[in-house]
């Protein structure tokens, strides 16, 4: 199935976490903050699978300021 | 009251003069922002930090060498008094967690994310998020060059504005804060929060 990430269209396997998928993109997930479809996710929500269509977005959150 | 922004329309000047702007951290981003905010016409400002000020601050935050050892509020409330003297300030010499972000910042247009660790940053912009708060937040300006490599992204449908240079591994590199491009960012904060209370896409 496709989904977007980061404006880029992307093939993943059904039954892909959020997770799962942040790692496959080279994101440590505890690193970034990320938002499906337009809302930012929980730490926890990163367990969820992503869905046909979804338009997801993940930031690093680095310091440095 | 003071008018230093002639230029502004009486209506945006009332916009941004009513306008109450929480400052999570004020350190590089935070101190410098706040300063082009209070010199943009904010005038009511909260601003929440739990350190001194320390010399090694004096590269790229907006505190002077006599100020050193002093609460990091309180220094940087007498430095925006003397641009503005008559702000609002409600100065919060304490440290901004889960559990009571919301409660600091719960009266805030906007809040600006200025903390410096990744883990205050993401709890700062989840907890802000949930209680429906726009957030101006910043990430990965370390070192310096690279100027046009810093942009604005938006994100959370417009709840949530994230200024940094994207770049993957720039948390990799150890990049220490410089004034120049902390300043860069901490400006682009600010011009963000102008944009969005007068109505303007950032």
């Known amino acids: ?65 | 009251m003071r008018e230093i922004n002639a230029y502004l329309t009486a209506q945006q000047r009332d916009l941004l003069a009513r306008a109450r702007i929480g400052i999570a951290g004020a350190g590089g981003l935070g101190s410098n922002c706040a300063m082009h905010l209070v010199r943009s016409g904010i005038r009511r400002l909260v601003v929440a930090d739990f350190d001194r000020v320390a010399e090694s601050n004096l590269n790229r935050q907006f505190f002077f060498a006599d100020q050193v050892g002093q609460r990091k509020v309180e220094a940087l409330g007498v430095n925006l008094l003397r641009i503005v003297p008559d702000l609002e300030l409600e100065l919060l010499d304490e440290e901004v967690t889960g559990g009571n972000a919301s409660a600091l910042f719960g009266a805030c247009d906007i809040v600006v994310e200025a903390f410096d660790s990744s883990c205050a940053k993401q709890m700062l912009i989840r907890t802000m998020m949930a209680a429906g708060k726009t957030v101006v937040a910043a990430s990965g300006i370390g070192g310096w060059g690279r100027s046009n490599a810093l942009q604005l992204r938006r994100m959370a449908a417009g709840k949530l504005y994230v200024v940094g240079d994207f770049e993957s591994d720039v948390g990799d590199r150890g990049f220490e804060p410089f004034s120049p491009r902390v300043g860069i960012a901490a400006a682009m904060q600010a011009n963000t929060v102008i944009a969005l209370l007068l109505g303007e896409e950032p």
Do not use: H, Y
């Not at chain 1, 977007?4 to 942040?22: D, K, P, R």
């Open chain 1, 1 to 65: 199935m496709k989904i977007s990430f980061n404006g880029i269209s992307q093939e993943v396997a059904a039954g892909t976490t959020i997770a799962e998928f942040l790692v496959q993109q080279g994101v440590q997930p505890a690193a970034v903050v990320a938002e499906r479809n337009g809302e930012i996710l929980d730490a926890g929500a990163l367990g969820d699978v992503l869905n046909e269509g979804d338009v997801l977005n993940a930031f690093r959150v680095v310091a440095g300021g």
